[in-house]
């Protein structure tokens, strides 16, 4: 595959002694790995183009066995986020949701289109978990991957108790939890919110119970993901914390 693609940098890991494999998503061409030759040499012409959540068009030469980046052209850098340490932490999280569940190469220009929103949004949002959790709802939905939020995935029945609870195994809603091992309560609010955020098409500036809805969906990400989410997980932890901080005064 050689050519130049407009382009979303999803992740990176290094390789060899100087070199980055970066996992690019591109609206060209799906969700793809590329070599930058030398990028992490401090003076490597790639090297401030291979950071996560880059957008720019790359251009690529086909190797044996591997794709290589021979130039970028940076479009945007979301410069809000490199100097807020939480917008960071949401957006590479969001990101890692986002390629965990992303096919290889197909392209998908409304996940494409969904994700970069999802992370302008962060970079701009005056709280930066509602644009997140509104990317991650309508990726769900575009990958076929939504939980059950209306009725009770084991009896089909409308889900008018408060406070149901909520099973990742299950697939969503259920009426009752015996038996179910990792069932767990999902606030009513909570609840309201997520169906709510489904029928935005922008994403919003606030969500209510924020934090508490990020780590409420965890356990869903864990299951459709099925692989390491390190970004994710290090966002939830600190999520839980500041919950558990707050409960405490």
């Not at 606030?206 to 970004?231: M, S």
Request: glycine share 6%; net charge neutral; charged share 20%.
């Amino acid at each position: 595959m050689e050519g130049t693609v407009r382009a979303i940098v999803l992740k990176r890991t290094d390789q060899g002694e100087s070199d980055r494999r970066l996992t690019l998503f591109s609206l060209e061409r799906g969700k793809f790995d590329v070599v930058a030759k030398g990028a992490r040499k401090a003076a490597g012409r790639l090297s401030a183009l291979t950071e996560p959540l880059i957008v720019a068009r790359f251009s690529m030469a086909e190797g044996k066995r591997n794709r290589f980046l021979t130039q970028a052209i940076p479009e945007s850098a979301y410069r809000n986020l490199r100097s807020d340490y939480l917008r960071l932490t949401v957006a590479l999280g969001t990101a890692e949701l986002f390629a965990a569940i992303l096919p290889y190469e197909q392209p998908d220009p409304e996940a494409f289109a969904l994700l970069e929103a999802t992370i302008a949004g962060i970079d701009d949002a005056t709280e930066p978990l509602a644009p997140a959790i509104w990317g991650q709802m309508h990726q769900l939905a575009n990958g076929g991957f939504l939980p059950e939020l209306s009725v009770c995935v084991v009896s089909g029945q409308a889900t008018s108790v408060v406070d149901p609870w909520f099973s990742p195994s299950a697939g969503g809603l259920i009426l009752n939890s015996l038996g179910v091992a990792d069932a767990y309560v999902l606030p009513t609010e909570v609840l309201f919110g997520l169906r709510r955020i489904l029928e935005i098409n922008l994403p919003p500036a606030r969500l209510k119970h924020a934090e508490l809805t990020q780590v409420l969906l965890a356990p869903w990400w864990r299951r459709v993901a099925e692989t390491r989410l390190p970004a994710f997980d290090s966002l939830v932890e600190a999520l839980k914390q500041d919950l558990n901080a707050s409960l405490a005064k």
